[in-house]
């Protein structure tokens, strides 16, 4: 257990460490290339003063964690126990096609001088893409359970097939919550470093060394993270960062095998991607009108004159329920 203990707090100091310095870096960079957000005429009105603020921060803490995974991954092939880590390496591989993919929605953006990258139809498509390549390797790999646990019980449903094409929209809808998350200052990061509090416990309840891993690069890089984005913001994520770190959290519950806790732990990402879906939804039945003040429904208690920090903390308050609900009904 103390060489766990040390091998935890190594990657998650080390991806702490390097996250700060890269931003440090980064910062300077995305400034000096004019690589600002830019807020939509639409957006809440008084985020007009963070225009400017840079973008793609995601990369200050990607990068670092690239770096500290990799020299893990060789130690442990060096030890001859590389193909113990295969569920690890998909569960990385899935965060960073999603990365990329919110690095070409954010270029895109950069490029064309708009808050416009990827159309939604184009991103959901490779989303899509990346979550069917996971699962499809997972399955093949033997490394995706098709039973369901059903929380708060015994009961393991058996879905059989169908376990793959429901896997595949909940790795897509979970990325996409993360990243409607990603609204106001720290709100992504404070609510991810939440889940990765939550990996670490379970982890070392279950004395699993692959989670472990997870947990210390999500808490290592949103804390690092947090420095340069708590209000007001140095730097923002991007879709970059914040679609890296929606598929690090759901497939890092996938890897567990346990796919209702997965559920449970993407409580917030799941009820901001809901709210918009649902303000979409209502708008055009009923011809205008608007079930939330503003979506996604953080905006709405924006709208209500909650200041940001207090929806960032209310709302990792509330990821914190999620998360000890899912430790309550394991």
């Not at 998650?12 to 600002?36: H, M, N, Y």
């Not at 404070?190 to 472990?212: H, P």
Request: with cysteine.
């Amino acid at each position: 257990m103390r060489i766990f203990a040390i091998g935890f707090a190594a990657i998650a100091l080390a991806v702490f460490g390097l996250t700060v310095l890269a931003e440090r870096i980064l910062i300077p960079i995305l400034q000096s290339k004019k690589a600002g957000q830019k807020i939509l005429e639409i957006g809440p009105r008084w985020h007009k003063s963070k225009e400017g603020t840079p973008t793609m921060g995601g990369l200050g803490f990607i990068l670092p964690s690239l770096i500290v995974l990799t020299v893990f991954f060789l130690v442990q092939a060096a030890k001859g126990r590389a193909s113990e880590y295969i569920p690890l390496s998909l569960t990385i591989g899935f965060a960073v096609m999603n990365g990329a993919i919110g690095f070409v929605d954010d270029y895109c953006k950069l490029i064309k001088k708009q808050n416009e990258g990827l159309t939604w139809k184009q991103k959901l498509l490779l989303q899509l893409v990346a979550s069917a390549a996971y699962v499809c390797v997972m399955a093949y790999t033997g490394n995706l359970d098709t039973a369901v646990r059903i929380p708060f019980t015994s009961i393991r449903l058996e879905l059989g097939y169908a376990a793959y094409p429901i896997a595949v929209l909940i790795l897509a809808g979970v990325v996409n919550g993360a990243n409607f998350t990603d609204g106001i200052d720290g709100l992504a990061s404070s609510v991810t470093f939440v889940i990765g509090g939550f990996f670490a416990v379970l982890a070392f309840y279950r004395f699993d060394l692959q989670l472990s891993v997870v947990s210390a690069v999500l808490l290592g890089s949103t804390l690092g993270f947090l420095i340069y984005n708590f209000h007001p913001a140095r730097v923002f994520m991007g879709d970059t960062g914040s679609l890296f770190l929606g598929g690090l959290v759901i497939a890092g519950a996938f890897q567990t095998g346990d796919l209702g806790m997965g559920l449970l732990i993407s409580g917030v990402f799941i009820i901001e991607m809901l709210s918009s879906l649902l303000q979409r939804v209502y708008f055009k039945l009923t011809h205008g009108k608007r079930l939330f003040k503003m979506a996604p429904i953080h905006h709405h208690f924006e709208k209500c004159d909650w200041s940001e920090n207090k929806i960032v903390l209310i709302f990792s308050l509330v990821e914190l329920g999620f998360c000890l609900l899912a430790f309550a009904a394991m």
